[in-house]
């Protein structure tokens, strides 16, 4: 079994910055790739950023402001979000596709609510 676990988010003002952490656990062969989507309500579940193979990938929303990091000895993966806006107000969702035993598979995290007021 593979688990993914978050911690960070929270309510911050506009202009703020929060930090999420994601770290996974469990019987991992291989995490090829790690990032985070995020889900508001009323809308579908998208990219934030990725990071694979030291490569990393930005929604257009977020470049500038935010930056995925991966720390490859604890398999963790931060997200730095910088100049938080009240349209990142969303429900944040770790992800990895991990190689697990003979087989790899999409894993996700619980997600951790942010929230930014105005």
């Known amino acids: 079994q593979v688990q993914l676990v978050e911690s960070g988010g929270g309510l911050v003002q506009a202009g703020g910055s929060l930090r999420l952490s994601c770290a996974a656990s469990?019987?991992?062969?291989?995490?090829?790739?790690m990032g985070w989507y995020r889900q508001a309500i009323g809308k579908q579940r998208e990219l934030v950023a990725s990071t694979r193979g030291g490569t990393t990938n930005y929604a257009d929303s977020v470049k500038g402001r935010f930056t995925i990091s991966r720390d490859n000895a604890k398999n963790t993966v931060i997200l730095q979000m910088n100049s938080l806006k009240p349209d990142d107000t969303a429900v944040y969702y770790c992800?990895?596709?991990?190689?697990?035993?003979?087989?790899?598979?999409?894993?996700w995290g619980q997600g951790t609510q942010v929230t930014v007021s105005s």
């Open positions: 992800y990895a596709y991990i190689g697990s035993g003979i087989l790899s598979s999409d894993y």
């Open positions: 469990g019987s991992i062969r291989t995490i090829y790739t």
